[in-house]
Structures are given as C-alpha cells and as structure tokens.
C-alpha cells in the first residue's frame, strides 16, 4: 500500500506559479511511475504530467511548457511546477502512483486525497 500526500495548492493570479509536492510513504525508486491528475466538477480526471523511474516525462498539449514534472528520490517526493498559470487550470490536483504499460499508458494504482488550484484575479 502506498499512501501519498499532496501540498502547495492555493489561489494565485492569471499568469502566476505554484509548485506542488507529493510526499509517498514508501521509496518512490521502486515505483515504476508517478503522475498528477486534475478534475473539475463534471468532467473526468486529466492526466497532466508522468514521470518514469528513469526520469522520463509526458504531458498533454494543453500544459507543455509551462508545467514540469520531477521527483526527488532520496525524499520520495514528486513535484509539479505550474507556470504561466490560467484559469482553465483552475482544479483538484491529485498524485499518482503506478506503472506505464507495454503500450505507453500510464495506470496509476495509488491516489493522494488532492489539493485545490485557483486561478482567478
């Protein structure tokens, strides 16, 4: 079982950053693969960011280049740095735990209990 705890959600201004933090309670070296998912009311959970083991990244068009992922092993924490922010990025965050398939499809096994993003002036 792992257990994962998201921080650093909050209000900010159009065109500002936020970093998010996901503390795992096991070393997150054994974990295949790690990602952040966001969800507004009446829509279905996004993938926005994954990051392999070995470091390797994907996101979606609507957050490349402003959001980066990265993890830190020897802290089992997984950040998600949010810049130029909009207000369609208005959210719940949440951290994943999982695997990326033969296919290339992440599946996350494990999820935090979210943080809330605003964006709004």
């Known amino acids: 079982q792992v257990q994962l705890v998201e921080s650093g959600g909050g209000l900010v201004q159009p065109g500002g950053s936020l970093k998010l933090s996901c503390v795992a309670s096991?070393?997150?070296?054994?974990?295949?693969?790690m990602g952040w998912y966001r969800q507004t009311p009446g829509k279905q959970r996004e993938l926005v960011a994954r990051i392999t083991r070995s470091g390797s990244t994907n996101y979606p068009d609507s957050v490349k280049g402003r959001f980066t992922i990265s993890r830190d092993n020897a802290k089992n924490t997984v950040y998600l740095q949010m810049n130029r922010l909009r207000p369609e990025d208005t959210a719940v965050y949440y951290c994943?735990?999982?695997?990326?398939?033969?296919?290339?499809?992440?599946?996350?096994?494990?999820w935090g209990q979210g943080t809330q993003v605003t964006v709004s002036s």
């Open positions: 096991v070393s997150i070296f054994n974990i295949n693969a």
């Open positions: 994943s735990a999982g695997y990326v398939n033969s296919r290339g499809y992440y599946l996350p096994d494990y």
